[in-house]
């Protein structure tokens, strides 16, 4: 199987930010990467913007640092970074200021695509909206991407949307969530969608309960003081694990359209019920007095002795609706966790009758949907274990592991950032927040953290390098169920 990359409209990308840490680890990167397989189009533009008083060489020299630090060496061919070097401009800016502005004016080209890369905190936003608008950069074909954190509750996030709504209409603005540009989240959507195999049995007569989990091995690391602020409710399930969950749970659209898509996506946020407060776990890592090398506890890390911000929080929550009616939904993240796995579980309910005894309740059919590492989709079935004596029931994969099904195109697929900037470039919104969205998912968010606020709850501590509080695997038990492992 050949991967085949379609060449994008001539474009100039002007990335605000373009000296800090996103830009380096991921966006520049992406944009590289496309260049080598052959989508950017000749005469494509990338321009960094900053307060940085850099020359054309320096920032040059910044590309080829984060292109060799972030870059697998086999995508590094000989005469591609020259090239991709050679669609490079930078031009200081003031952010809040008039600085540099007629200048970038100047050098965007009038026919083409030009899309606005908000790289910068939200409280940055608007200044750049209003000067984008100001110095008249905004044609028929003008493009705004903006990150997250958007908000930090319901009321933030109506101020920003509103904010960018007073200089750009809504079919221009990309809110983007990089889950959604995984290669397995798209595939997600064609399992359902594109096979009469799963559709009839993607439902609560069949589904026993789903499990969503984003498990991080690494601690808040550079981001201490922003996490501190937000904890994993915010940072993590706001936005990330709500994707996955309206995803998993959408009723199918009527067409792939933008608009078709995230319409469903809403209706899921909108009929989630509110959590109940026996229905949470909070958790924060702490040493471990036994192997010290593996790091410090949360409190530590972030410079708080007295934190109660959580850095690991599960959950369960229902949607009120036909399709899901009393199947139960588990969603969980954290940091410092055992290992790195990013995975939605859903398991099947058990035949109604056993014809083989007791042992088939140990049993069941799960599709495990595995966004990182290791990219792919397994179907656990069960069948009869080889030899003699009798019937012995044992259960294997199906796997679809995409380093294995589809080759070497499966084992390195475009990361996320390289798929949703060239959607952007293509004026493609469906894998893209819509503001609606945005403040449906605060909305539900908000009720939960004044909960705990108000109750003074405290997160339990849980090991470095363990899977959570055993308060979790208590939220499951009482439940009669259990999580899935924790696997890279």
Known sequence: MIARAIPVDPFDLVIFGATGDLARRKILPALFKRFCAGQMPA???????????????EF??????????????????????????DCLAYQRIDARGPEGWTDLAAMLDQDRVRAFYFSVGPSLFGELAQRIREYD??????????EKPFGQDLASARALNATLASHFDESVIYRIDHYLGKETVQNLMVVRFGNMLFEPL???????????????SVGVGGRAEYYDRAGAMRDMVQNHLMQLLCLIAMEPPAKYDPDAVRDEKLKVIRALDPVKPHHIVRGQYVADPDHPELGRGYRDEVGNPRSTTESYIALRTHISNWRWAGTPFYLRTGKRLVARSSVINV???????SIFGAEPGQHSNVLSIRLQPNEGITLQVTIKEPGPGGIRLTDVPLDMTFAKALGPDGRDPADAYERLIMDVIRGNQTLFMRGDEVEAAWAWTDPVIAGW??????????????????DADLLMKRDERRWRGINP
């Open 43 to 57: 005469g494509a533009r990338v321009i960094g913007s900053a307060r940085s008083d850099l020359s054309l060489q």
């Open 60 to 85: 040059r020299n910044l590309l080829t640092a984060s292109v060799t630090e972030h870059t697998p060496q086999h995508v590094r061919e000989p005469g591609m970074l020259s090239g991709f070097l």
């Open 137 to 146: 950069m905004v044609t028929d074909q003008t493009r705004i991407v903006v």
């Open 202 to 216: 993607w439902n609560s007569q069949y589904v026993d309960h789903i499990q969503i989990t984003v498990a991080e």
């Open 347 to 353: 398991r099947f309910k058990d035949a109604p009758h």
């Open 453 to 470: 606020q108000s109750r003074g709850d405290v997160p339990k501590p849980y090991v470095i390098g363990s899977t959570g509080p055993a």
